[in-house]
């Protein structure tokens, strides 16, 4: 980090109170009393507290070098500082000389200025129009936004498309920026869109635990949210160490979970047809001791195998008849109010794995 030159000072103070400073940076001061700033990596986006400075990044010149694409980029700060680097954050030894080679002099700068203050204040305007249109629809700017999977990832998510259940519901809705905001379902809300969703593994970042999940949808979006409810990047994901290999096992470890609680609801065949539904006051109590109780012992487990194989037949041919019906409820209700008589809840229940 430097003073301005003279010859571009003036110009720079005076674009400095429309500039926005939101580009992340560290800067440190070195014994000699040099400070030098460089750009986050992905290390550093696992301390919050790393990232302590924000400049406002101008672009000043593009070239191809030896087959690369090489950027050279004004970074500014408030303190009125700046910094002259390569795209990658490498500075080249001779800051002022390369900025005389490529901005040349001080209207060149102050017309780039101009131009790029100005991108920034259309960025403004549209994030503020779609920040009111998300208020409106009772969420805010970060609420999670569907994107496509990054080529790294599209053949696990898209091969996998076929095996997954869309039965998680949330809400969706596309704002001016043509973007498909999703969120999970609050109170008295209806979802119109359902995905699958998929647990990622925790990341601890300065002794606080964060935790992501992976929203996959049916026309091949998808969509990352924290714990907060805020949308994530892939890039962050990186930044803290989620690769592709660690996303690839947790999808197919919802997979096999999601296999898991499909057999045992589709093996409760006749406790769901005579009851209505398998999420239902009776049926929790008889899932309940079914994986508490009968689970445990070897008869048990022979006899849970036994009905799954044979009720899928019997509630196919008598499901539909009354007299089954009420035949059945004559013969679980007593069962179920004993059960509930020693301990097992007719609360809300999930399947053990």
């Given at each position: 980090?430097?003073?301005?030159?003279?010859?571009?000072?003036?110009?720079?103070?005076?674009?400095?109170?429309?500039?926005?400073?939101?580009?992340?940076?560290?800067?440190?001061?070195?014994?000699?009393?040099?400070?030098?700033?460089?750009?986050?990596?992905?290390?550093?986006?696992?301390?919050?507290?790393?990232?302590?400075?924000?400049?406002?990044?101008?672009?000043?010149?593009?070239?191809?070098y030896e087959g690369l694409d090489?950027?050279?980029?004004?970074?500014?700060?408030?303190?009125?500082?700046?910094?002259?680097?390569?795209?990658?954050?490498?500075?080249?030894?001779?800051?002022?000389?390369?900025?005389?080679?490529?901005c040349k002099d001080a209207s060149?700068?102050?017309?780039?200025?101009?131009?790029?203050?100005?991108?920034?204040?259309?960025?403004?305007?549209?994030?503020k129009r779609l920040e009111k249109?998300?208020?409106?629809?009772?969420?805010?700017?970060?609420?999670?936004?569907?994107?496509?999977?990054?080529?790294?990832?599209?053949?696990?998510?898209?091969?996998?498309?076929?095996?997954?259940?869309?039965?998680?519901?949330?809400?969706?809705?596309?704002?001016?920026?043509?973007?498909?905001?999703?969120?999970?379902?609050?109170?008295?809300?209806?979802?119109?869109?359902?995905?699958?969703?998929?647990?990622?593994?925790?990341?601890?970042?300065?002794?606080?635990?964060?935790?992501?999940?992976?929203?996959?949808?049916?026309?091949?979006?998808?969509?990352?949210?924290?714990?907060?409810?805020?949308?994530?990047?892939?890039?962050?994901?990186?930044?803290?160490?989620?690769?592709?290999?660690?996303?690839?096992?947790?999808?197919?470890?919802?997979?096999?979970?999601?296999?898991?609680?499909?057999?045992?609801?589709?093996?409760?065949?006749?406790?769901?047809?005579?009851?209505?539904?398998?999420?239902?006051?009776?049926?929790?109590?008889?899932?309940?001791?079914?994986?508490?109780?009968?689970?445990?012992?070897?008869?048990?487990?022979?006899?849970?195998?036994?009905?799954?194989?044979?009720?899928?037949?019997?509630?196919?041919?008598?499901?539909?008849?009354?007299?089954?019906?009420?035949?059945?409820?004559?013969?679980?209700?007593?069962?179920?109010?004993?059960?509930?008589?020693?301990?097992?809840?007719?609360?809300?229940?999930?399947?053990?794995?």
């Amino acid at each position: 980090m430097i003073p301005p030159p003279d010859e571009i000072k003036s110009v720079i103070m005076e674009a400095m109170p429309m500039m926005i400073f939101d580009k992340p940076k560290i800067a440190g001061t070195f014994s000699n009393g040099v400070t030098c700033v460089r750009s986050p990596n992905r290390f550093d986006y696992r301390d919050a507290d790393a990232v302590n400075v924000y400049s406002f990044d101008l672009k000043l010149y593009s070239h191809s070098y030896e087959g690369l694409d090489v950027t050279y980029i004004l970074w500014i700060f408030k303190n009125g500082s700046v910094a002259f680097c390569y795209v990658d954050g490498h500075e080249n030894g001779k800051p002022w000389a390369l900025f005389k080679k490529y901005c040349k002099d001080a209207s060149t700068l102050r017309s780039k200025l101009i131009n790029a203050l100005t991108e920034q204040g259309i960025k403004i305007e549209k994030k503020k129009r779609l920040e009111k249109e998300l208020l409106d629809a009772g969420m805010d700017y970060f609420t999670p936004r569907c994107m496509r999977a990054p080529e790294a990832m599209k053949y696990t998510v898209y091969y996998r498309l076929e095996k997954m259940k869309f039965d998680q519901p949330k809400v969706g809705y596309t704002f001016q920026d043509g973007i498909f905001h999703v969120w999970k379902l609050r109170n008295g809300e209806t979802g119109n869109v359902f995905s699958f969703d998929v647990q990622l593994s925790p990341i601890d970042r300065t002794q606080k635990q964060y935790s992501y999940s992976m929203w996959i949808f049916e026309n091949k979006n998808i969509a990352i949210s924290d714990s907060e409810g805020h949308s994530v990047s892939w890039e962050t994901l990186e930044k803290v160490d989620h690769n592709y290999n660690a996303m690839s096992a947790r999808i197919s470890e919802a997979l096999r979970i999601q296999n898991q609680k499909e057999k045992r609801k589709h093996g409760c065949y006749v406790a769901t047809a005579v009851y209505g539904d398998y999420d239902c006051p009776e049926v929790w109590v008889l899932r309940r001791f079914r994986d508490s109780v009968l689970q445990q012992y070897c008869l048990g487990h022979l006899f849970i195998k036994a009905y799954y194989a044979i009720s899928p037949s019997l509630v196919r041919i008598m499901g539909g008849k009354r007299w089954f019906v009420s035949l059945c409820r004559r013969i679980l209700n007593p069962m179920i109010v004993r059960l509930k008589s020693r301990g097992f809840s007719d609360q809300k229940y999930e399947d053990c794995d």
